[in-house]
């Protein structure tokens, strides 16, 4: 099915200039720099703003998929905090009707390589490369069970667990190392 008959799907809002944090924010505005774009995940690292300051219609509710339409890397990820929040222009939100799919398969599906793929044919734009929301919504998405969606969702979420593992792994043992060269280097004098 294509994208548009699964889900409903919307820009993020737009902003005139930066994005400046308010001390009596209480809404989350997720951008670019808060992705963890090698696992797939929102960081909790948003600047806020003031609730009066946002259109309604663009809070996000747990279950949206963002999507990040500008630059090189065009990832989706599952929004799934507890916290209020908006996604910057950068990104289209994509809100799956749950009858028909599941959002984390659905972020799955869109990060896929044969997606990915036919995503890298339709982006334009001489500087920074674009994904017009009109070509995102002609997408074709596989739909398989409910029960299938599940279990593949379960496993990449199960893999990009297992990646921030071995990233965490890899630091520590960096920081180990160095403790002890510095050790061995300072100890000899």
């Known amino acids: 099915m294509?994208?548009?008959?699964?889900a409903r799907i919307f820009t993020g809002q737009t902003?005139?200039?930066?994005?400046?944090?308010?001390?009596?924010?209480?809404?989350?505005?997720i951008q670019m720099r808060d992705l963890d774009i090698d696992l797939g995940r929102?960081?909790?690292?948003?600047?806020?703003?003031e609730l009066e300051?946002?259109?309604g219609k663009q809070l996000l509710m747990k279950g949206d998929v963002l999507f990040l339409v500008k630059g090189?890397?065009?990832?989706?990820?599952?929004?799934?905090?507890?916290?209020?929040?908006?996604?910057?222009?950068?990104?289209?939100?994509?809100?799956?009707?749950?009858?028909?799919?599941?959002?984390?398969?659905?972020?799955?599906?869109?990060?896929?390589k044969p997606i990915q793929i036919t995503l890298s044919t339709l982006k334009s734009g001489a500087v920074v490369s674009n994904i017009k929301k009109s070509d995102l919504e002609e997408i074709d998405v596989p739909?398989?069970?409910k029960k299938v969606q599940k279990n593949i969702a379960?496993?990449?979420?199960?893999?990009?667990?297992?990646?921030?593992?071995?990233?965490?792994?890899?630091?520590?043992?960096?920081?180990?190392?160095?403790?002890?060269?510095?050790?061995?280097?300072y100890e000899r004098q």
């Open 2 to 6: 294509k994208l548009s008959q699964i």
């Open 154 to 185: 379960k496993l990449y979420h199960l893999s990009n667990r297992e990646k921030l593992i071995a990233k965490q792994l890899m630091e520590q043992k960096e920081l180990l190392l160095q403790n002890q060269l510095t050790t061995i280097i």
């Open 42 to 49: 929102i960081r909790n690292t948003a600047q806020k703003i």
């Open 72 to 112: 090189n890397n065009n990832i989706a990820v599952c929004f799934d905090k507890k916290y209020k929040a908006i996604a910057s222009s950068l990104f289209v939100i994509i809100r799956p009707k749950p009858e028909l799919i599941r959002a984390d398969y659905l972020a799955y599906v869109l990060n896929s």
């Open 15 to 29: 902003f005139r200039g930066r994005v400046n944090s308010s001390v009596n924010g209480e809404v989350a505005v």
């Open 143 to 145: 739909i398989p069970s």
């Open 53 to 55: 300051k946002v259109n």
